[in-house]
Nanobody, 123 residues
Framework: QVQLVESGGGLVQAGGSLRLSCAASGSIFRINAMGWYRQAPGKQRELVATIAGGGSTNYADSVKGRFTISRDNAKNTVYLQMNRLKPEDTAVYYC?????????????????WGQGTQVTVSS
């Protein structure tokens, strides 16, 4: 249906920056929300930031003021600019998107995840 491919993860020192990208492709009819979640070892997956189709955003308290989510609707891509990174930001970051996709002649809803990209922040 819809494929999400993340890029931009890596190793960075504390205080540094990284920019994650996630491109959606496939039989997309309409994308509603796009967002980023993360999962650290031994912890549950948690919300980082989301952005609605109209552009309204939502952030976890732990990243407010340091991370910025944005989207390019023409490219079906969502970005996460991460500044002033901390060791506790170390996790696998997953892209999520929901909306509607074409399945033959039918429009169906979707809610899909990317494969994840590792972000490691050294102290």
């Amino acid at each position: 249906q819809v494929q999400l491919v993340e890029s931009g993860g890596g190793l960075v020192q504390a205080g540094g920056s990284l920019r994650l990208s996630c491109a959606a492709s496939g039989s997309i009819f309409r994308i509603n929300a796009m967002g980023w979640y993360r999962q650290a070892p031994g912890k549950q997956r948690e919300l980082v930031a989301t952005i609605a189709g109209g552009g309204s955003t939502n952030y976890a308290d732990s990243v407010k003021g340091r991370f910025t989510i944005s989207r390019d609707n023409a490219k079906n891509t969502v970005y996460l600019q991460m500044n002033r990174l901390k060791p506790e930001d170390t996790a696998v970051y997953y892209c999520n998107s929901d909306g509607y996709a074409r399945q033959g002649a039918v429009i169906v809803s979707y809610d899909d995840w990317g494969q994840g990209t590792q972000v490691t922040v050294s102290s």
